[in-house]
């Protein structure tokens, strides 16, 4: 252990012992920790960071965009303002869709190949 690794493992007892760390919010609770699996590595700490700061990626806002036109759907009566808010409801639906088959992880040429061999392989024994 590292001179600064003792040092901060010695403050934190300290922290504990005077009894500064009881209570803190979230205290006994489960960790909720970030599944950023899908998210691409490079972008992973500005998605934190976007989060932090309470603003929604595009994605999740075009989702929570088609909530609420879907609502508007439900309570709308008249039928020209059902139409544009259909048109508009499916204009978001196409981009979103496209926006997450950009996002979607494509196999590497390698890793086709193997799966292709495997394959054969299966086939031919």
Same mark, same amino acid.
């Given at each position: 252990m590292g001179?600064?690794?003792?040092?901060a493992?010695?403050?934190i007892q300290e922290a504990l012992e005077r009894g500064d760390l009881d209570d803190l919010p979230g205290s006994g609770e489960p960790l909720e920790l970030e599944d950023l699996s899908r998210v691409p590595e490079d972008l992973r700490s500005s998605?934190?960071?976007l989060k932090g700061?309470?603003?929604?990626p595009e994605e999740?806002?075009?989702q929570k965009e088609l909530l609420r036109l879907g609502d508007l759907l439900a309570a709308c009566a008249d039928d020209g303002e059902r139409a544009e808010l259909r !048109?508009?409801?499916?204009?978001? !639906?196409?981009r979103l869709s496209s926006m997450l088959e950009r996002l979607r992880p494509?196999?590497?040429?390698?890793?086709?190949h193997a799966r292709y061999a495997q394959a054969l392989r299966r086939r031919l024994s």
């Open positions: 001179l600064f690794d003792r040092i493992e010695a403050r998605y934190i960071l700061a309470n603003v929604l999740m806002q075009i !048109g508009r409801r499916d204009a978001l !639906g196409l494509r196999p590497s040429a390698r890793a086709m």
